[in-house]
């Protein structure tokens, strides 16, 4: 009936609403860590360490950073280009 499909389509569209939620705070975390790793690296490489420009590239290194800044206060996160907030 369309009253049966009407409520099966706002439970689909409610679900599908959630599931997208948190890849998209994967997606940002992924990119605010990213960002970090490069400065971070960078940073690095300009005190003379060798290998300092692989880091960026390290998943677990970016992994690490995302968690670390996600579990930050906001006084004490370093201003980004990428805005955790939106």
């Given at each position: ?17 959630y ?11 992924w ?12 940073v ?11 880091w ?25 280009s ?5």
């Amino acid at each position: 009936s369309r009253r049966l499909a009407g409520v099966l389509r706002a439970i689909m569209d409610k679900l599908v609403s959630y599931l997208k939620r948190p890849l998209q705070v994967m997606a940002r975390a992924w990119a605010v860590g990213y960002e970090m790793a490069r400065i971070i690296s960078s940073v690095a490489s300009s005190w003379g360490h060798p290998r300092a420009l692989e880091w960026a590239r390290s998943s677990e290194f970016v992994t690490y950073l995302a968690i670390t800044y996600m579990n930050t206060p906001s006084y004490y996160r370093p201003r980004l280009s990428i805005s955790w907030a939106t």
